[in-house]
Every structure is written in C-alpha cells, then in structure tokens.
C-alpha cells in the first residue's frame, strides 16, 4: 500500500494546474468542445487502468474535473501525483 504523503510533501509535489481539495487534489481540464472533452477523457481513462488507480471523472460541456485521491491510504499518495503529472501530458 502506497504512504500518505504530508501536507508539506503534497504542495511541493503537486503538479502546475492541481490544487488540493482535503484528501484529493483536483484540477478542471478545459476544451473547446464537449468531444474533445471525452477524449481526454478516454485517454486519460486509458493511463488509470494501466496504473490501476481509478480517479473519479466528471465531464460536462468543454470541461473535464479529475479528483485523486488513494482511498486505501485515505488521502494523497505519490500514485495520485504520478497520475497527475501523466494526465497532464495528454493534456499539453
């Protein structure tokens, strides 16, 4: 089981773009339109099952929210920063 990393490891960890929300950390993807949105969503569901960590995802018209957090640990883990930091390059 992954640690929980301390406050102080997750705001020098967090990614650009990432806030912290409690136990998760959060960030709204924005697009142009609601297709682009679900593909990055797709993809970005793609890299979560092959990490075998499964973020929870809501779309809406030109946005994508993804919140992380590692329920077994109770809140963020390096397994949360690490898929972040994935997300983000399918992003850029």
């Known amino acids: ?13 967090l990614p650009d773009g990432w ?39 809501t779309v809406t018209w030109g946005e994508v929210e993804v919140r992380l957090t590692t329920h077994e640990a109770d809140g963020v883990t390096g397994k949360d920063i690490d898929l972040a930091e994935r997300f983000d390059g399918i992003y850029d």
């Open 1 to 13: 089981m992954a640690d929980q990393l301390s406050d102080e490891e997750v705001e020098a960890q």
């Open 19 to 57: 806030e912290r929300d409690g136990t998760e950390i959060v960030r709204t993807f924005e697009f142009d339109s609601y297709l682009d949105g679900v593909g990055f969503l797709s993809g970005a569901a793609g890299l979560a099952e092959e990490a075998w960590h499964h973020p929870e995802m």
